[in-house]
């Protein structure tokens, strides 16, 4: 199966053509590759319960920004802004100013992705009771968490690729 390179968020990201060398490894196991967007596909699809759309899209922005990865951050900026999410938001989760963030349920869930990012292991149970308190149900702390690990899974994919990139250029 190849993938089409126009609906690839990775290729796309790093700049992956079918002349790089880079492109070659990345898809000699495009199942993989498939498996990855499709990932992406369904946990942004603006129809998956619970979690709003803008909801998931402001956690991948924070998260982009906090590993941090310019490109991420940049496509998921791009993706709130053409869902018309408000500017003055998306510039508080860019900046990690969380303290910005008076909507309880939202902060909540900015939070935990703050604290699973930058210290996982206070991402315990505590923290975990902590967004059921501020609303959020079962299903929707489970997406939580398999959200912030496909994103942290996609940043170092795009990381690791557009190294390998940058070193096939400079060869």
Do not use: W
């Not at 880079?22 to 199942?31: G, S």
């Not at 500017?87 to 900015?110: F, V, Y």
């Amino acid at each position: 199966m190849t993938t089409n390179l126009s609906s690839d968020t990775i290729d796309r990201l790093v700049g992956l053509t079918p002349e790089l060398g880079t492109f070659a490894v990345r898809h000699q196991r495009d199942k993989v590759v498939a498996a990855t967007q499709k990932s992406e596909e369904g946990l942004f699809d603006p129809a998956l319960p619970g979690l709003t759309l803008a909801e998931r899209l402001l956690v991948a922005l924070l998260a982009c920004a906090l590993t941090p990865s310019a490109l991420c951050a940049a496509e998921y900026r791009q993706r709130l802004l053409d869902l018309n999410v408000e500017q003055k938001l998306i510039d508080h989760i860019s900046s990690g100013a969380l303290e910005q963030i008076t909507e309880p349920r939202l902060r909540a869930i900015l939070t935990f992705t703050h604290t699973l990012i930058t210290d996982p292991v206070k991402a315990d149970q505590a923290a975990l009771k902590a967004l059921p308190r501020a609303g959020l149900s079962t299903p929707e702390v489970v997406t939580l968490a398999q959200l912030i690990a496909f994103v942290s899974y996609q940043v170092r994919v795009v990381a690791g690729l557009n190294a390998m990139k940058l070193l096939e250029q400079q060869a």
